[in-house]
């Protein structure tokens, strides 16, 4: 008897039509992504929410929406000039500024005399103003951390800095590199720094020691200094008082050999600017950026920045641990809160 050959089943066809259906299901999802991301990318439209005008939200991301909002400080480039500029060693002051506290004014004391070329950037007034208004409107300056005194200078060298911050008999000033105010992220992270340090060096965080050493200290003379800190935390600077943010930072995470070896770093470090890139790879997983392994002083700011500016780790390493470290503290919390409640608000009036 002969067989004939039989037809596929009916359940056979059913898992084939199953399959076919989520095949093109997938490909019509593939195709509908990258139209939308075509879209996205087309009309550069932003795929975190947007702040609102009453920012509420405390988040590192609401804080990010509202900074893309701020506009850029549009500084013209230096062109071929910037070589020119580097071979200046500190660059050049273009003015200097005084808080009349009285009137609450900013008002200009100096301006030093300055190349041809960099005449517009020494005259523009109002970028200088607008800067003060920033750190002063979205930091705190208060009675405490008040900052009374501006220099703003341009400097393309290679060591330069984008801003730095001195205690001088109690007052604080700041110093601003225009060749580094471009877009508000930078800005806003670097006077985060900034701020960062005032909060954390100031008269009721740290007790000054006079330096009778200079750059040539021994291990002996920073035996010796140490020793007047009474157990308290030792900067390599000064000693930091008992109930302060820098003792229980550097008490906690500047201690036992990360501490011994960065003694010797920093004792050589005016000598050998490489013996800081070597500290920074051993202990990688113990700082949040290299330039936070150069001394507790730059560790605590740079901590303190993320702290503000990204959202809270979930990590457990040491550079995650130093962020958490300021969650705390409920008046750090609030600060932070302030802090990006007052670039929200700041970027809603430049609209």
């Not at 050959?5 to 990258?34: D, E, H």
């Not at 609450?104 to 003060?132: C, F, M, N």
Request: net charge negative.
């Amino acid at each position: 008897m002969i067989q004939s050959t039989s037809s596929p089943q009916p359940s056979a066809w059913k898992v084939w039509a199953v399959l076919g259906a989520l095949l093109l299901i997938c490909c019509l999802g593939v195709l509908c992504y990258w139209m939308a991301l075509f879209v996205v990318v087309d009309r550069n439209i932003s795929l975190v929410p947007t702040a609102t005008l009453n920012p509420t939200c405390e988040t590192a991301n609401c804080l990010n929406a509202c900074i893309r909002r701020l506009p850029d400080f549009e500084i013209a480039p230096l062109g071929n000039r910037w070589s020119e500029l580097s071979k200046k060693e500190g660059g050049y002051e273009l003015a200097r500024y005084r808080l009349d506290e009285q009137t609450s004014e900013l008002k200009q004391v100096a301006q030093p005399t300055v190349p041809e070329y960099l005449g517009p950037y020494q005259t523009d007034t109002q970028l200088h103003q607008r800067i003060w208004n920033y750190f002063t409107g979205i930091f705190p300056n208060d009675t405490e951390l008040h900052v009374s005194y501006m220099a703003v200078y341009m400097d393309s060298s290679e060591d330069r800095y984008q801003a730095s911050i001195w205690n001088l008999d109690g007052k604080w000033r700041l110093y601003i590199n225009l060749v580094e105010f471009n877009d508000p992220e930078s800005v806003v992270d670097t006077l985060a720094h900034e701020y960062g340090h005032m909060l954390t060096l100031n008269g009721n965080q740290v007790t000054a020691l006079p330096d009778e050493y200079g750059l040539e200290r021994e291990q002996t003379d920073f035996d010796k200094m140490r020793a007047k800190c009474n157990g308290q935390f030792f900067s390599g600077y000064e000693c930091a008082i008992e109930k302060s943010y820098l003792n229980e930072f550097g008490n906690r995470f500047w201690v036992g050999d990360v501490y011994d070896t960065w003694v010797q770093v920093f004792l050589l470090s005016e000598k050998d600017q490489s013996a800081i890139d070597e500290f920074y790879t051993k202990y990688s997983d113990q700082f949040v950026t290299d330039y936070a392994a150069t001394n507790p002083h730059e560790d605590i700011a740079e901590s303190w920045t993320e702290f503000i500016m990204r959202p809270k780790p979930t990590g457990t390493s040491i550079a995650d641990q130093k962020i958490l470290f300021f969650y705390e503290f409920p008046e750090l919390v609030q600060l932070r809160s302030e802090v990006i409640y007052n670039v929200c608000q700041y970027a809603i009036t430049q609209k």
